[in-house]
């Protein structure tokens, strides 16, 4: 049966909810599903997806970089790009339609589909580079598929998350996450904590590689509200598009990349300098108008998060809107939020898994709930016409509000 690209879009929808169809690899060798070109693996538990956003658009500055993210906002074309330009239409349609019977038979999930696709598009494309970014953990992922072509992996740091699937100890989590160590590629870790390095450190001894680690970032400023300058050794004055303090950690982690693949993809100063002044990642810390957007759906971003409100409210307080899915630790989350803004609206949004009013009870004595999200958003900014909303709680809530903003 032929699908046209919304019919695409719904199916990948209903299945998005699923996190393994179990059938994946046993897909990927019935198919012969392989990726030809060399590939930046990128794991972690928090930033992968815009440290992989910067890495493809270092490299971009003068190569054919294919880039697959693990999530999207409004249109699953947005995961699969190559130098920022989204797969066509018709591509998307033609690579789903070759398979879309064994989809259904091996019943897999919707980011299990995008890798099928986005490694059959790459391999069609002569490209110089891909940069993947992993669903979740690493050694079990859809994207860890045998034989891939890597010449480094990178993983962004490890927090507890995703307990039930990788590991109830931050060690167990960054060993799955090292599961996509390849044997005598170099590994580059990010800040993670020391009982997880050592965990890293065994497991990449094994494997034959050594891992780096980040450098020291160096006098991160923002500059006229909108781009955040820093020194990396040993460059001087990088720059990037954002007003978000993490942004300029992922950024960095690009420049690492490109520093340790200097002999095979080399880069001059200018062209990383060009690729790092890339548009920012939809969704994180985005501002439009009062109104700025961050899709933070665990603990640990919302702490990344609100180390940015000085920057994001302009020096002034900073009004949350907040909705989540019914799996989101908004005991922990919701608290993180309250010791950092002035005050938190709760509201909910159209999609299956959000929570409602009932889901907020033990929170509506500290935070007003406003049902409609529109409304509450219209509410905060007459209350607060010189300030700034926040819009946070999870990627689904963040994309509803993208497509009626």
Same mark, same amino acid.
């Given at each position: 049966?032929?699908?046209? %690209?919304?019919?695409?879009?719904?199916?990948?929808?209903?299945?998005?909810?699923?996190?393994?169809?179990?059938?994946?690899?046993?897909?990927?060798?019935?198919?012969?599903?392989?990726?030809?070109?060399?590939? %930046?693996?990128?794991?972690?538990?928090?930033?992968?997806?815009?440290?992989?956003h910067?890495?493809?658009?270092?490299?971009?500055?003068?190569?054919?970089?294919?880039?697959?993210?693990?999530?999207?906002?409004?249109?699953?074309?947005?995961?699969?790009?190559i130098?920022?330009e989204?797969?066509?239409e018709?591509?998307?349609?033609?690579?789903?339609?070759e398979?879309?019977?064994?989809?259904?038979?091996?019943?897999?999930?919707?980011?299990?589909?995008?890798?099928? %696709?986005?490694?059959?598009?790459?391999?069609?494309?002569?490209?110089?580079?891909?940069?993947?970014?992993?669903?979740?953990?690493?050694? #079990?992922?859809?994207t860890n598929i045998?034989?891939?072509? $890597?010449?480094?992996?990178?993983?962004?740091n490890?927090?507890?998350?995703?307990?039930?699937?990788?590991?109830?100890?931050?060690?167990?989590?960054?060993?799955?996450c090292?599961?996509?160590?390849?044997?005598?590629?170099?590994?580059?870790?990010?800040?993670i904590?020391e009982?997880?390095?050592?965990?890293?450190?065994?497991?990449?001894?094994?494997?034959?590689?050594?891992? $780096?680690?980040?450098?020291?970032?160096?006098?991160?400023?923002?500059?006229?509200r909108s781009?955040?300058?820093?020194?990396y050794?040993?460059?001087?004055?990088?720059? %990037?598009?954002?007003?978000?303090?993490?942004?300029?950690?992922?950024?960095?982690?690009?420049?690492?990349?490109?520093?340790?693949?200097? &002999?095979?993809?080399?880069?001059?100063?200018?062209?990383?300098?060009?690729?790092?002044?890339?548009?920012p990642? &939809?969704?994180? +810390?985005?501002?439009?108008?009062n109104?700025?957007?961050?899709?933070?759906?665990?603990?640990?971003?919302?702490?990344?998060?609100?180390? !940015?409100?000085?920057?994001?409210?302009?020096?002034?307080?900073?009004?949350?809107?907040?909705?989540?899915?019914?799996?989101?630790?908004?005991?922990?989350?919701?608290?993180?939020?309250?010791?950092?803004?002035?005050?938190? $609206?709760?509201?909910?949004?159209?999609?299956?898994?959000?929570? $409602?009013?009932m889901?907020?009870?033990?929170?509506?004595?500290?935070?007003?709930?406003? #049902?409609n999200?529109?409304?509450?958003?219209?509410?905060?900014?007459m209350?607060?016409?010189?300030?700034v909303v926040?819009?946070?709680? !999870?990627?689904?809530?963040?994309?509803f509000?993208?497509?009626? +903003?």
């Amino acid at each position: 049966m032929m699908m046209d %690209i919304q019919e695409i879009e719904t199916y990948l929808k209903e299945r998005s909810f699923e996190v393994s169809s179990g059938n994946f690899f046993a897909f990927a060798s019935k198919t012969k599903l392989r990726l030809h070109t060399p590939l %930046i693996h990128v794991s972690g538990s928090n930033g992968k997806s815009l440290t992989a956003h910067y890495i493809a658009s270092v490299f971009g500055a003068k190569y054919r970089v294919g880039l697959l993210l693990n999530s999207y906002l409004l249109s699953f074309r947005e995961a699969i790009s190559i130098n920022g330009e989204s797969i066509p239409e018709e591509d998307a349609i033609h690579y789903f339609e070759e398979h879309q019977k064994a989809y259904e038979k091996y019943e897999l999930t919707a980011f299990e589909i995008l890798v099928d %696709i986005a490694y059959r598009y790459f391999n069609d494309q002569s490209l110089n580079l891909c940069v993947v970014e992993c669903g979740m953990g690493g050694r #079990e992922d859809a994207t860890n598929i045998d034989d891939l072509p $890597t010449i480094l992996s990178v993983i962004t740091n490890v927090s507890l998350e995703h307990t039930e699937y990788l590991g109830t100890t931050r060690s167990e989590i960054a060993l799955h996450c090292g599961g996509i160590i390849a044997k005598g590629m170099p590994v580059l870790i990010g800040d993670i904590e020391e009982g997880c390095r050592d965990a890293l450190k065994e497991l990449a001894a094994k494997k034959n590689t050594m891992l $780096t680690r980040m450098d020291p970032i160096y006098l991160p400023h923002l500059v006229d509200r909108s781009v955040f300058h820093f020194d990396y050794p040993p460059y001087k004055d990088l720059a %990037i598009q954002s007003f978000a303090s993490y942004n300029v950690t992922n950024a960095a982690m690009a420049v690492e990349c490109a520093k340790i693949l200097q &002999k095979s993809l080399p880069l001059s100063e200018n062209e990383l300098k060009q690729g790092l002044f890339c548009a920012p990642l &939809k969704g994180r +810390l985005e501002a439009k108008g009062n109104v700025v957007l961050d899709s933070a759906c665990n603990p640990d971003a919302i702490l990344t998060l609100r180390r !940015c409100f000085q920057t994001a409210g302009r020096g002034k307080p900073v009004h949350v809107l907040f909705a989540s899915k019914q799996e989101s630790n908004i005991s922990v989350m919701l608290p993180y939020l309250a010791d950092a803004c002035a005050d938190i $609206t709760l509201t909910s949004f159209e999609h299956p898994s959000a929570r $409602t009013e009932m889901d907020y009870a033990l929170f509506t004595e500290d935070h007003r709930y406003i #049902e409609n999200p529109l409304f509450a958003l219209m509410t905060l900014q007459m209350e607060h016409p010189d300030e700034v909303v926040l819009a946070t709680g !999870c990627r689904e809530f963040i994309a509803f509000l993208e497509e009626r +903003l």
